[in-house]
């Protein structure tokens, strides 16, 4: 099937510093470009992924569930570490469980996470009867578009295959077993008024991370999908001042490392002119019987 409009994963070959952006349960890339391509102007590299299932129309996503999802992204993150030296993991809601879990399982390989909305719990009493109801009820309403903005629109399924939710189910069970692995610094934003993930589940991610360097941010004027919403200038600036202080270490170890390998070289140059300039003065003094 063909991707909607607006809907294509989006990469950019930067510098040595590279962002993986996890996007949302029904949702597609679109909500995350302008986080891309606002890190991708300052000079980094980024890898934004179409989850398989999402995209294109709700009866593809039937198909999948939570290990082609976090396989995706599992793939992208091993492509980054091959071309960057430092890789951190952003999500938006599912997206933000997803980076949690690839935090957990590749340690210190991801050098930090932002996480926007993160969803840690499917919710409600219908939650519980999904084992079962899936088999009777294909689908559900579309939780797209939950933004407070006027005029944005997130591209996204209008309806929720119950056999995806019954899976995302297990996948963010399975991911709240997994958050005392989670030890990298940590920047959680999280909208004061959100339709779709509670506050609860940002309570919980906070409570159960191991990490000691951690942020959190409210968000006072967005719904859900802030990435799209009022303070979305805001996840933008606080989200790139987070990789670019946790990166200034190392930046400027390398460059004294450059500096020290410049040192070193500049004197076994100057060694090397002496050594010829030693050998010169012996060959005249044996050609003058000196």
């Known amino acids: 099937m063909p991707v909607l409009p607006g809907?294509?994963?989006?990469?950019?070959?930067?510098?040595?510093?590279?962002v993986l952006l996890c996007h949302g349960f029904t949702g597609s890339p679109q909500p995350l470009r302008p986080w891309a391509e606002y890190l991708a102007k300052r000079g980094?590299?980024?890898?934004?992924?179409?989850?398989?299932?999402?995209?294109?129309?709700?009866?593809?996503?039937?198909?999948?569930?939570?290990?082609?999802?976090y396989a995706e992204v599992d793939r992208e993150l091993r492509a980054l570490r091959e071309r960057c030296?430092?890789?951190?993991?952003f999500g938006l809601s599912m997206g933000g469980a997803l980076a949690l879990r690839l935090a957990a399982k590749y340690g210190e390989e991801v050098s930090g996470i932002v996480v926007v909305n993160?969803?840690?719990?499917?919710?409600?009493?219908?939650?519980r009867a999904l084992p079962v109801l899936r088999h009777f009820v294909?689908?559900?309403?579309?939780?797209?578009?939950?933004?407070a903005k006027e005029g944005e629109v997130e591209i996204g399924y209008d309806r929720v295959p119950l056999h995806?939710?019954?899976?995302?189910?297990?996948?963010?069970?399975?991911?709240?077993?997994?958050?005392?692995?989670?030890?990298?610094?940590?920047?959680?934003?999280?909208?004061?008024?959100?339709h779709v993930v509670p506050l609860a589940d940002s309570a919980r991610v906070l409570g159960r991370v191991s990490s000691t360097d951690v942020t959190e941010i409210l968000l006072e004027q967005s719904y859900h999908v802030a990435t799209l919403d009022h303070d979305r200038d805001r996840i933008f600036e606080e989200s790139f001042?987070?990789?670019?202080?946790?990166?200034?270490?190392?930046?400027?170890?390398?460059?004294?490392?450059?500096?020290?390998?410049?040192?070193?070289?500049?004197?076994?140059?100057?060694?090397?002119?002496?050594d010829q300039v030693g050998q010169v003065g012996q060959q005249e003094g044996t050609a003058t019987g000196g």
Request: overall charge negative; cysteine-free; proline content about 5%.
């Open 7 to 18: 809907a294509e994963p989006y990469r950019h070959e930067g510098g040595e510093v590279g």
């Open 44 to 69: 980094l590299t980024v890898s934004l992924p179409l989850l398989p299932g999402h995209g294109t129309r709700w009866e593809d996503m039937r198909l999948t569930g939570w290990q082609d999802w």
């Open 85 to 89: 030296t430092q890789v951190f993991v």
């Open 118 to 127: 993160p969803a840690n719990k499917v919710h409600g009493l219908s939650a």
């Open 138 to 147: 294909p689908t559900t309403k579309g939780i797209t578009s939950d933004i």
């Open 164 to 194: 995806a939710a019954h899976s995302l189910r297990n996948f963010l069970r399975l991911v709240d077993g997994e958050l005392p692995q989670v030890t990298q610094p940590m920047l959680l934003l999280h909208s004061v008024q959100d």
């Open 241 to 274: 001042a987070f990789v670019d202080r946790l990166t200034a270490g190392t930046d400027k170890e390398a460059e004294s490392g450059r500096a020290d390998e410049a040192d070193e070289a500049d004197e076994a140059d100057g060694t090397d002119r002496v």
